[in-house]
């Protein structure tokens, strides 16, 4: 019989601390050898939202390749952050500091890293730097409030519905209400023919009300052109959304950093939080991090 070659596999929740919510990904800590396709096939095989294959890099301490069950993607949060937890955990990053900086390449670019411990719980918390934001082409507010089962009265006037992307490009869709993001009913082929005559990757929809005092911001996050057709948890889509709400005016933003929360996953029973740092005001802004927590939740081998 023909040996099979064994590949690790780790599943984590991110952006949570508890088992069973937030966003799960699943991590491939050693994919030195392994090709395009063969990344494909595995990304496809294990089925979650996203899959985050570990490489070494030659102009940054890792590289990471991002798969979804129907393509390769540049960048995303959440995975990132499995990763790191996962090399953390593995013993393959070494963190004897209270603030280690890693770099990572992806195909969006090579991004800086902060892994900082909370000394109270020994938990470590993976920040990562975006992209300085870039406020891409608006969209007509009455089509994509048909192609998600609401009215103009929905959409937050007089705020544009606009692609943001700190690395990833995303439709930022502000909604007046909770109540509205209730309503939510996607015509799941309508919001796929938008993206591909577009210039995003997905949509964030997000209002101000809140399902927890502690929280800025609720959100949920469409990708049916990239086969998730709501993902719980997006930490690229946060930064967007960060970022328009500054832009914007939203917030009162604060110097130097104004601290958003943004809670999601919730109509998808699986909570979670992002916490995200904008420096900059309405006129410029300079910076956006993306912060978040995982939780091992399975570890395996795939035999091949």
């Known amino acids: 019989m023909k040996r099979r070659r064994e590949i690790k596999v780790i599943q984590v929740d991110t ?10 990904a699943v991590v491939i800590p050693k994919a030195d050898n392994l090709n395009a396709d063969l990344m494909r096939r595995i990304a496809s095989e294990m089925n979650p939202r996203e899959t985050v294959f570990v490489k070494p890099s030659k ?18 949060g959440h995975p990132t952050i499995a990763a790191f937890h996962t090399l953390i955990e593995e013993g393959l990053l070494d ?10 390449e992806t195909n969006a670019g090579v991004l800086a890293v902060e892994i900082v411990k ?32 609401l009215t103009l009265a929905d959409i937050l006037s007089p705020n544009p519905i606009q692609t943001v992307s700190t690395g990833i490009p995303h439709l930022v869709i502000p909604l007046s209400t909770m109540r509205s993001m209730e309503r939510i009913k996607p015509n799941w082929d309508k919001l796929e023919e938008l993206q591909r005559t577009s210039d995003y990757a997905s949509i964030q929809v ?11 911001a609720h959100a949920r996050h469409f990708a049916p052109g990239l086969g998730v057709n709501e993902d719980p948890v997006s930490g690229s889509g946060a930064a967007a959304t960060g970022s328009y709400i500054i832009r914007y005016g939203l917030m009162e933003p604060t110097i130097p950093v104004t601290s958003i929360v943004i809670e999601q996953g919730h109509f998808m029973e699986r909570p979670g939080k992002i916490f995200v740092e904008v420096q900059g005001d309405t006129d410029s802004i300079r910076q956006v991090k993306v912060s978040g927590t995982g939780v091992t939740v399975m570890r395996g081998a795939l035999l091949i």
């Open 95 to 104: 963190v004897v500091k209270e603030v280690n900086m890693v770099s990572l």
């Open 15 to 24: 952006f949570t601390d508890s088992p069973l919510s937030g966003n799960p």
């Open 118 to 149: 909370n000394e109270s719980t020994g938990v470590h918390e993976i920040q990562i730097t975006h992209e300085k934001p870039r406020f891409m082409e608006t969209y007509d507010p009455k089509v994509y409030a048909e192609a998600l089962g």
């Open 59 to 76: 102009i940054a301490n890792f590289k990471f390749h991002y798969w979804t069950p129907k393509s390769e993607i540049d960048f995303s």
């Open 206 to 216: 997000f209002t101000r009300e809140t399902k927890e005092v502690t929280s800025d």
